[in-house]
């Protein structure tokens, strides 16, 4: 064979190369894992650490989180509810096909307004801010287990709790006397009031739609609220949008409802509740946890629903 | 035990577990990458090559065969992802479109894994095993491959000879990433982490809800791309997907898994030039870098500074319950002090003063401890740098190691240092000249503009994570973010073979009296006010814009 010019040489040689260790590395060495993974102990994890009813079918995964919700996303009382999740798929919350986390920023505390005729369902522009987001979870769970909902940034004078915002206008642009301010996450229309009726002696206005509030500096208002009831895992999406479990404080928020739904002891469920706890690995690894898709599942079998 | 006490034992164990590591892992790659017998496997393999193993590069062969290795790495991969729907194990995915493809093609060859994509929603498991994984295995040992030859080049002397890339490329991946990455995928897979060739499992919940359990060959994937600080995900949630990670515990054999070959390098290092105390030097150096940005990140997550993490009372927004803030806060670091970029927790929702640390962490260079081979060469490239500015200060030619820093040598380590600013930030203006590029930012103000940074410092150290909430699948960010990928890899590269080419070249020096010792703590101290102080210089103003904008509204 005649002799090839050096730069195509070189490239047979690194086409062999390649050819070889994917040989190596992409076939013989995942398939050597993949047999190893079948020894006893371990094939039911490699599988993906399914759960089955008494027949057989599949119920889910323990390590994937499941929402608890009926078809319109609104939570089952008789079952302990999973974090906020933002693997939103066609089949709803928890959706493995589509693992991921809402990616908003700390300072996400601007709606963007809805069209006032299409609603927030409506109108595709529309976005809530990741502020509004927390606001509202945690109002929805201080109303679903009893207990007062409000946390600092928080203002729920409208139907639903939104951040507490404000956009501030200066005689100066960013320095001097206030000459305007608006509460940028409530709508005109959408709130009787503004959540604060007064900022720096300026009358607080809601907002227009549609109109720009670009040059007003952004202002969120802490307001006067302590260590909130509602924990922190309950009002913000994990990063994979499939986290099965919810911190211990969560839980225990939720034995008096589970309890009382199941008409079971609200001591019993406490104790189940314990039963699905992990504590931190070695005792420094990680934070305590607890499972809620095996613990729901165990509830169902302890206090079946009629 | 509070929350932050836990946080620092775990820091702790793992400095711990690290330590343990330095000497055995150090000393096994230093015999993997000089034993004179080749192994009758090694033989097999380069008799498919056809190899010769007995004939040594100089630099400019070595550097020629590193590019065509990667260049027909990129060309296979991208061809593999445009056929995926006619192979076998496609899981019904269709082939890549082609901007995407050749994005995702550069960025695993480049031991970058900056991923475009959603991994469960577009590729196979063909492409992530045979394509996507491989790259991790063989990047990654193109890294070390390129780190031996420099250190070489400080060893060797009055010769062209640096070794040969095909020995060091096979030995690399043979003896040192497979074997490791058996064992931690194994480990992964004891603690919940999957490897199957099911496609889907149909599960119909308690309250009759279905869910779609994905499968895959994801733990063997895990290992390498930790181990190889590559990063690139089965899945889009990364290592937060509890089929990745699904335990406190397997979070910490993750960490511990993509810190510990950077961090036994220097080790490997010391024995090739003989002297063990200037790998503790540069290792040293690495830890207090390292070791600070950690605290500052675990630090500011645990404050919760900013609005949205003062209303939830914790910054919990895109972490996992089961890690808790810092021990997702210490894989943060360690992902972006490393080029590995896997994420156990989602940094676009990170405080603004610990996302810019995050930030800060890539424009280091990633040295501290870096990519696997990366971060040695760039360290010892800063180390270099750090004695020609001694020499300065006392009026000698300097020296390190024996070597001569002369012009060519300082000419070199200058360009290599200045490549990635110049990508980086002629990425960045070039992307805001265009209005288009704007609808790219998810969040409003300063940290919109922290998402573009992060994605241009991410590629142009071939780090890989990002700020999510940014859309980079776009024609202008596949392409130049591409390109920011394959000019910050292989520029720096040629640039160390040349360094490595002309440092082989010198008889060494005897040291005097005045030759400026290498390996004590006001070297060490020396080489890290250099680093921190080139990069400040650098990058202070943009990150004015960014995270340091947004913090302090």
Not at chain 2, 151 to 157: E, I, S
Not at chain 2, 289 to 315: D, K, R, Y
Request: glycine letters at 12%; charged letters at 15%; aromatic letters at 8%.
């Amino acid at each position: 064979m005649a002799r090839l010019p050096r730069w195509i040489s070189q490239h047979l040689a690194a086409l062999r190369a390649l050819l070889v260790l994917t040989a190596v590395t992409g076939i013989l060495y995942p398939l050597a894992v993949l047999a190893a993974a079948q020894l006893p102990g371990l094939n039911d994890r490699a599988d993906g650490s399914l759960v089955y009813a008494e027949d057989g079918a599949v119920v889910g995964s323990s390590l994937l989180g499941q929402s608890f919700t009926d078809d319109e996303g609104e939570a089952l009382l008789a079952y302990f509810q999973s974090r906020p999740s933002m693997a939103a798929g066609e089949a709803g919350d928890y959706d493995p096909l589509v693992s991921g986390a809402s990616n908003l920023g700390p300072e996400n505390v601007v709606d963007v307004l809805p069209d006032p005729g299409l609603g927030w369902d409506g109108d595709e522009n529309a976005a809530k801010s990741l502020l509004t987001q927390v606001c509202e979870r945690s109002f929805a769970v201080g109303e679903r287990e009893g207990v007062d909902g409000s946390r600092p940034y928080c203002a729920d004078s409208g139907e639903s709790a939104v951040g507490a915002v404000l956009g501030v206008f200066y005689s100066e642009g960013t320095t001097g006397e206030v000459v305007r301010a608006v509460s940028l996450n409530e709508a005109c229309g959408a709130v009787e009031a503004p959540f604060i009726a007064e900022y720096e002696g300026v009358q607080v206005e809601c907002a227009e739609y549609g109109e720009d509030y670009a040059k007003a500096l952004i202002t969120p208002v802490e307001g006067g609220s302590g260590e909130p009831a509602v924990p922190a895992d309950a009002v913000t999406a994990s990063g994979s949008g499939l986290d099965p479990h919810i911190s211990p404080e969560y839980a225990d928020l939720q034995v008096e409802r589970i309890a009382a739904e199941r008409g079971a002891d609200a001591g019993a469920i406490e104790s189940l509740v314990e039963e699905h706890t992990t504590g931190r690995f070695l005792g420094f690894m990680g934070e305590p946890a607890v499972n809620v898709v095996e613990l729901n599942l165990a509830l169902d079998e302890a206090y079946p629903l009629a | 035990m509070s929350e932050t006490t836990a946080g620092v034992v775990f820091i702790a164990a793992m400095i711990a577990a690290l330590a343990a590591s330095y000497k055995p892992l150090g000393d096994y790659m230093y015999r993997v990458v000089t034993r004179e017998h080749h192994r009758k496997v090694e033989r097999g393999v380069y008799r498919l090559i056809g190899a010769r193993p007995g004939t040594e590069q100089n630099w400019v062969g070595y550097a020629r065969s590193v590019l065509a290795f990667s260049a027909v790495s990129i060309a296979v991969l991208y061809l593999f992802q445009r056929v995926q729907g006619s192979l076998p194990f496609g899981n019904g995915f269709a082939g890549v479109e082609p901007g995407l493809a050749w994005n995702t093609a550069v960025s695993f060859t480049t031991n970058t894994n900056w991923q475009a994509y959603s991994g469960e929603a577009t590729m196979g498991v063909f492409v992530q095993a045979a394509g996507l994984a491989v790259q991790n295995f063989v990047s990654a040992a193109v890294g070390i491959a390129v780190a031996v030859v420099l250190v070489r080049g400080f060893a060797r002397k009055a010769t062209d000879k640096l070794g040969n890339f095909w020995v060091d490329l096979t030995r690399i991946t043979l003896w040192v990433l497979l074997p490791i990455s058996f064992v931690a995928a194994i480990v992964l897979v004891a603690g919940g982490a999957i490897q199957n060739l099911t496609d889907f499992t149909s599960a119909t919940t308690s309250t009759g809800d279905t869910q779609t359990i994905t499968g895959g060959l994801v733990a063997g994937q895990e290992a390498i791309k930790n181990l190889g600080t590559n990063g690139g995900g089965y899945y889009n949630a990364n290592a937060a997907h509890p089929f990745e990670n699904p335990t406190t515990w397997t979070n910490f054999v993750i960490i511990y898994l993509l810190l510990v070959i950077p961090f036994s390098l220097p080790r490997t290092f010391g024995r090739l030039v003989g002297q063990n105390r200037q790998g503790y030097a540069i290792a040293a150096v690495m830890g207090i870098i390292a070791l600070v940005s950690v605290s500052l990140v675990v630090g500011f997550e645990s404050f919760a500074n900013g609005t949205v993490p003062q209303a939830v009372t914790a910054a919990m927004e895109g972490k996992e319950v089961r890690f808790g803030v810092p021990d997702s806060g210490l894989f943060a670091a360690a992902t972006t002090l490393t080029s590995t970029g896997s994420v156990n927790s989602f940094h676009d929702s990170y405080t603004s003063f610990g996302g810019g640390v995050l930030i800060l962490n890539m424009m280091l260079g990633e040295v501290a401890p870096g990519g696997v081979g990366a971060g040695l060469y760039g360290m010892l490239v800063l180390a270099t740098i750090t004695v020609f500015i001694a020499g300065l200060m006392v009026g000698r030619t300097p020296e390190y190691l024996g070597k001569k820093i002369g012009a060519r040598e300082i000419k070199l380590a200058s360009l290599y240092f200045l490549v990635t600013p110049a990508l980086l930030l002629s990425g960045v203006a070039a992307s805001l000249a265009l209005p288009v590029n704007l609808d790219s930012m998810q969040d409003p103000g300063p940290h919109g503009f922290s998402e573009m940074l992060y994605a241009f410092a991410s590629a142009s150290n071939n780090n890989g994570s990002a700020f999510g909430g940014f859309g980079a699948n776009t024609p202008w960010f596949n392409t130049a973010l591409g390109l920011c990928m394959l000019f910050g890899r292989f520029l720096p590269i040629i640039l160390v073979l040349a360094l490595a080419g002309s440092l082989a070249k010198q008889k060494p020096v005897p040291a005097t009296a005045g030759t400026f010792p290498t390996h004590k703590p006001l070297f060490v101290g020396m080489v890290v006010g250099v680093t921190v102080i080139l990069v400040a210089l650098t990058f202070l103003p943009v990150l004015a814009l960014g995270p340091l904008a947004d913090g302090l509204q």
